[in-house]
């Protein structure tokens, strides 16, 4: 692999963060029959070498063969799927923007929203979406070859974070740090219809969903099937609470604030924003 063909297979992935010859749901994109080329002749010590390359920018590549995601072989078409995800332990990439999600589902007329609320509100809408994608489809992360099932409707999204948060508010509000999330959706409940819709639409923005045919529906690309399969696989256990009756609502707060707790600390201040 030559510093032209490298230059080009890069490029690719960090604009669609996949190359794949033989796409099922998609055309192909403008170079990506070529990159695939190039990464389907490439030897053992080149892909190794494009994998050092995307380490030092906090990048890991995933390499799959189509058939094994439920992908058909095409004639003369390269089936391997490749897709970059984030490298365990290693922060983004300097050039990336880190806060483009935030300000994307940020509502312009609430221009005094700080980022914990933002945070928040995205991390509800993302386990929500999980939801549709996987407890509701009873499909475990690792099942990346049932994508196409995973399929939300706007409708169906506002109408399950509504209640979410509804119930959510009927509970009552918990003491303790846990407490702050609880403030930040049962207050302003009435903007969730607004959130959802910017959120869904950064959302397929960004390469994890995509239309399903019919209006306002989506479904799961493979590119977030493939991500949410390398969680399972290896954060998930990381996230788990080590004490299930302590240590539940400190872990939320760490989760949503970036910010470890100290063990018994029991501040239940707003993080800064």
Do not use: C
């Amino acid at each position: 692999m030559n510093p032209t063909d490298l230059g080009l297979v890069f490029g690719q992935l960090l604009t669609y963060r996949e190359i794949h010859g033989n796409p099922p749901d998609r055309h192909l994109r403008d170079g990506e029959a070529e990159a695939a080329r190039i990464l389907d002749d490439a030897t053992h010590e080149d892909l190794e070498a494009l994998d050092e390359f995307l380490a030092s920018q906090g990048f890991a590549l995933y390499i799959k063969d189509g058939m094994e995601l439920g992908i058909p072989r095409k004639g003369g078409r390269p089936n391997t799927l490749y897709v970059i995800t984030r490298k365990r332990g290693e922060g983004l990439a300097p050039y990336l923007d880190k806060g483009w999600f935030l300000d994307q589902i940020r509502d312009g007329r609430r221009r005094g929203v700080g980022k914990s609320e933002l945070v928040v509100w995205m991390a509800r809408m993302w386990l929500t979406l999980q939801w549709f994608f996987y407890q509701k489809k009873d499909r475990l992360p690792s099942e990346v070859s049932r994508y196409r099932d995973a399929v939300v409707s706007t409708d169906a999204f506002v109408q399950a974070l509504e209640q979410g948060i509804e119930q959510m508010g009927n509970a009552g509000r918990p003491e303790g740090p846990e407490g702050i999330a609880y403030d930040y959706l049962w207050e302003n409940k009435g903007l969730a219809e607004g959130y959802a819709t910017r959120f869904l639409k950064v959302m397929e923005e960004a390469g994890m969903i995509q239309g399903a045919g019919n209006p306002g529906e989506y479904r799961q690309t493979l590119v977030a099937a493939v991500d949410m399969a390398v969680i399972a696989q290896n954060e998930l256990a990381y996230l788990m609470p080590a004490d299930t009756d302590t240590r539940v609502g400190s872990r939320t707060v760490e989760l949503i604030t970036g910010e470890t707790r100290d063990e018994g600390e029991e501040d239940a201040g707003h993080p800064e924003n």
